[in-house]
T-cell receptor, first 113, second 114 residues
Framework: TAGITQAPTSQILAAGRSMTLRCTQD?????MYWYRQDLGLGLRLIHY???????GKGEVPDGYSVSRANTDDFPLTLASAVPSQTSVYFC????????????FGDGTRLSIL | AQKITQTQPGMFVQEKEAVTLDCTYD???????LFWYKQPSSGEMIFLIY??????QNATEGRYSLNFQKARKSANLVISASQLGDSAMYFC???????????FGKGTSLLVTP
């Protein structure tokens, strides 16, 4: 089973350029999430979507936007990348039921130069 | 806001021994959920165990168990009979105020030695 697919696996991007990180799940989960992971800081929530058509801001939303046009896809866009956005980005999904764990993609390693 | 504190940046344990990874949390909610994830050096996030605040029993999943002390707001992960493959980062997380997203702690790095 595929679960959650993230693309690309890694990317080097020039500062000021835009980039969309792709995330697709095949589990029909209602909720999806984007986190960034930085050394010593754990994972921090960027944006989330509890159901298709809705999105919400997490802990560190500035500089990022998301959309949720359908259940399966949850792309994350950096409109004008800055070096502080260098990070590993994880997409996750879960069923909207208490106690259900989040399933994570393999991550996208993004370097902004 | 819900917050997780993991005070042990790094831990060592000998193979076949048990180890406890600490996690304390801060929340004003009566109902909440706590999760533990494992992240090996390959980078993927692996769900280990869940504890609901109203669960009367401590959660167990194979060699993983959760020492849940509600009054002390702690949810420590106990790994019994450690294996070399248990070497990884371990993250404790709590459900956020709204929806089903998680607030993570900063993690504990566990190294299992032969």
């Amino acid at each position: 089973t595929a679960g959650i697919t993230q693309a690309p696996t890694s990317q080097i991007l020039a500062a000021g350029r835009s980039m969309t990180l792709r995330c697709t799940q095949d589990m029909r989960h209602n909720a999806m999430y984007w986190y960034r992971q930085d050394l010593g800081l754990g994972l921090r929530l960027i944006h989330y979507s509890n159901t298709a058509g809705t999105t919400g801001k997490g802990e560190v939303p500035d500089g990022y936007s998301v959309s949720r046009a359908n259940t399966d896809d949850f792309p994350l866009t950096l409109a004008s990348a800055v070096p502080s956005q260098t990070s590993v980005y994880f997409c996750a999904s879960s069923d909207s039921t208490e106690g259900q764990p989040q399933h994570f993609g393999d991550g996208t390693r993004l370097s902004i130069l | 806001a819900q917050k997780i504190t993991q005070t042990q940046p790094g831990m060592f344990v000998q193979e076949k021994e048990a180890v406890t990874l600490d996690c304390t949390y801060d929340t004003s909610d009566q109902s909440y959920g706590l999760f533990w994830y494992k992240q090996p050096s390959s980078g993927e996030m692996i769900f280990l165990i869940y504890q609901g605040s109203y669960d009367e029993q401590n959660a167990t999943e194979g060699r993983y168990s959760l020492n849940f002390q509600k009054a002390r707001k702690s949810a420590n992960l106990v790994i019994s009979a450690s294996q070399l493959g248990d070497s990884a980062m371990y993250f404790c997380a709590i459900l956020r105020d709204s929806g089903y997203a998680l607030n993570f702690g900063k993690g504990t790095s566990l190294l299992v030695t032969p």
